[in-house]
């Protein structure tokens, strides 16, 4: 039986992976701001409730993420583009899953293929941006992709099988992408979860430091 820890599990894609990986037997530890107080704005939070932890787990999977707080919305022009939208989304999609990561380094099994997993998005590329905007947002993701990439190295010192992947679920029907969803096709929670598990399973470490579709395929940085 596979230990699990999933961080934001009442989201919609991450209520969904719960469920996925407990049909599959998996034994599931979440932690979400909703029920549990952890939020990944807050570093002491973050690192008090991951340090109280003594489970060691073959995955650690972040399905957390903001396209619209507070602060900031999808920037249309460059001109939307603020300070406060930039930092807020940066903590929130880069920082907060970074600080998972480190917290991963101890929580991870070292015998097997212990995998780290966060969410990120397409539009988080960089090769594949063709119609710009939505900057903070992307480079949010961006930053995302290239702290997962770089913690891969690090973690296959101390983890030599480990998996440590950033990985795009589509577009999925939650109230995160209801507004933007319009002429997208979309999947619900149900089905990118399964499709993010069989992504999960056709991996190796041979792989870790990558950036994966839902369908499997790499997506370039």
């Known amino acids: 039986m596979k230990d699990v820890l999933l961080i934001g599990n009442t989201g919609g894609i991450g209520h969904a992976l719960q469920q996925a990986f407990e049909v599959k037997g998996a034994r599931v530890t979440g932690l979400s701001r909703r029920v549990h107080g952890f939020d ?34 999808p920037e249309k022009s460059m001109s939307q583009v603020s300070q406060a939208a930039l930092i807020e989304q940066f903590t929130l999609n880069a ?34 941006n063709r119609l710009g905007g939505w900057y ?10 290239q702290l997962i990439h770089t ?25 995160l992408t209801s507004e933007f969803a319009k002429g997208h096709p979309t999947v619900s929670p149900q089905d990118a979860a399964e499709n993010l598990l069989r992504v999960l399973d056709s991996l190796s470490p041979s792989q870790s430091g990558q950036f994966f579709d839902w369908a499997g395929k790499a997506v370039q940085w």
Do not use: W
């Open 40 to 73: 990944l704005r807050d570093e002491a939070v973050v690192t008090e409730q991951l340090s109280n932890i003594e489970t060691q787990f073959d995955i650690v999977f972040v399905a957390t993420g903001a396209l619209v707080s507070d602060h900031s919305r």
């Open 95 to 128: 920082a907060g899953p970074m600080l998972c990561l480190l917290h991963a380094k101890r929580l991870l099994k070292k015998e097997g293929n212990s995998i780290f997993a966060a969410l990120s998005a397409r539009v988080g590329s960089i090769g594949d």
């Open 136 to 145: 903070s947002y992307r480079a949010s993701k961006a930053a995302l992709n």
């Open 151 to 175: 913690g891969a190295i690090e973690l296959q010192r101390t983890h030599p099988n480990s998996i440590c992947v950033a990985l795009h679920p589509g577009t999925v029907r939650t109230p």
